[in-house]
């Protein structure tokens, strides 16, 4: 459940900023078929990828986290 909550946040904001998974994964030094696990939620994002993305679409990890998203 954690993991898919973390996975639709990073998936909303990279489409926001207009990334594609594959230039993201790129821009991260990620596989693309880590990404899309992140987003689908079939994986939980590493603290380290977590800030990462945050830092690359220029957001706060705290605009990331699933505590802040409205079930």
Excluded: C, H
């Excluded at 904001?13 to 990334?19: I, M, V």
């Excluded at 939620?41 to 409205?70: F, M, T, Y």
């Amino acid at each position: 459940m954690e993991a898919e909550k973390w996975g639709r946040r990073i998936r909303a904001f990279r489409k926001l900023k207009g990334y594609t998974q594959e230039s993201l994964a790129q821009r991260l030094g990620v596989s693309v078929s880590i990404l899309g696990e992140v987003e689908r939620g079939n994986r939980l994002p590493s603290n380290e990828l977590i800030e990462q993305v945050a830092k690359e679409l220029s957001i706060s990890i705290n605009d990331l986290e699933p505590s802040s998203e409205q079930d």
